[in-house]
Nanobody
């Protein structure tokens, strides 16, 4: 019922910045949280940042102070501004949406590759 499409990934140098975007469509009225996860080869998918419908944000310790999550509700879009990028940030970044309530549901985008390398 919910489709998530990421964009903005690419290759950046260490210390550089990049902004990835995620546009949601479909049955979006009941989404109460969106965010970003990432997965590197050989590792599990981990939470990077979450923003709720109330505007509350949460970040992984590894990105605090460097990444900022924001949303444009009118456009059903969530953003992740990444600064001071490190090679360790290299991963596929996945957009995430959550529907709470009696039957919680999670939705995922297809992922966008972010590579930090000199």
């Amino acid at each position: 019922q919910v489709q998530l499409v990421e964009s903005g990934g690419g290759l950046v140098q260490p210390g550089g910045s990049l902004r990835v975007s995620c546009a949601a469509s479909g049955s979006i009225s009941t989404i109460n949280a969106m965010g970003w996860f990432r997965q590197s080869p050989g590792k599990q998918r981990d939470m990077v940042a979450i923003i709720t419908q109330l505007g509350t944000t949460k970040y992984a310790d590894s990105v605090k102070g460097r990444f900022t999550i924001s949303s444009d509700d009118a456009k059903n879009t969530v953003f992740l501004q990444m600064s001071s990028l490190k090679p360790e940030d290299t991963a596929v970044y996945y957009c995430y949406a959550h529907k709470g309530g009696l039957s919680p549901l999670d939705y995922w985008g297809q992922g966008t590759q972010v590579t930090v390398s000199s």
